[in-house]
């Protein structure tokens, strides 16, 4: 998830090309909800939670799940993915570094995760990257990742996730093309024939939006997402929102749903395959118990299941 979701951003204008959208707007394949309440962050969340999730947002596709370690993924998982049709989308890091990633020293922890995931399952290593290496280790562990995990798995798809507020404009860890070192936008890319699609998790919080309206905005309007897609868009390979978070906390609080509806023309128009949003804390949809810090917000909701629901 973001990190530093409170620190003041002032939005610079982007000034970059952004590939044009494909042509014809396209439904996403699957649309998820990535954990439910009375889950804790990093827990993993439960099957049993998704499928609350379900009641109230519709027919929910995916369901991620996360551990820090090499771990494989629990069996709550990988049942959830087989019995319940809760596609898995595994996001794991392993005991190495990612220089010793590259280097083929985790290569067991690889091949055991890759042969633990169910078909058809997603599969991301370290997820999130920039706050951790640069983007020439990203790549180079990731493209070592996939390799040894698609010669065990060749069914399990792998996708790079990237971390939206390292894609702010005028951010020190994706720097801007041709000022040097090994943080470019081009160090991050992992390259097409590695990567069966390309990832992005992307928050609008207005308190962190320093000039931004109090009001949620589309994901199209947002500079960190126009600059991520600007380098991921035209490669050919689909596209994923894989936590996606809306909260107003300025104020007297909006409702997201003409934000979702919004974001939906525009995902649905820019080669987004899968979508999931976040559902847990200030960010939470759905209409059960709301946690702590969540707000009740019908609309939102509603907004959200015509998504789910291709209404």
Known sequence: MLRLRTAAIIVIVLFAFVPPAPAGATAPTYVGATTSAGDTVGSGNTCAGFLEERGHLGPLEIRRVFTSTGAT??????????????????????????????????????????????SGSYLTYFHEPEDDMTGVQFVAAFTRVYVVAKAVNAAVRIVPVHMSYQWRPGSTKVTNNGTGGDREIQDWIVPAAYADAYGFDLYWQASTRGSEPDDPVSVGSDPRMLRWYAAFGGLGEPLSLTEWGIDDDMGTRASRGPAIRASRIWLESHGFDTILYWQHDNWYLGTGTVPAGGYADPDGVAAYTEFVTGT
């Not at 993915?81 to 990612?98: E, M, Q």
């Not at 020293?105 to 042969?115: F, L, N, R, S």
Request: proline content about 9%; aromatic content about 6%.
């Open 73 to 118: 993924p629990p069996a709550d998982a990988v049942t959830c993915h087989t019995t319940h049709g809760a596609i898995l989308w595994y996001s794991f890091k392993t005991s190495c570094t990612p220089t010793a990633v590259a280097a083929g020293t985790c290569d067991a922890e690889i091949q055991a995760i890759a042969g633990a995931m169910p």
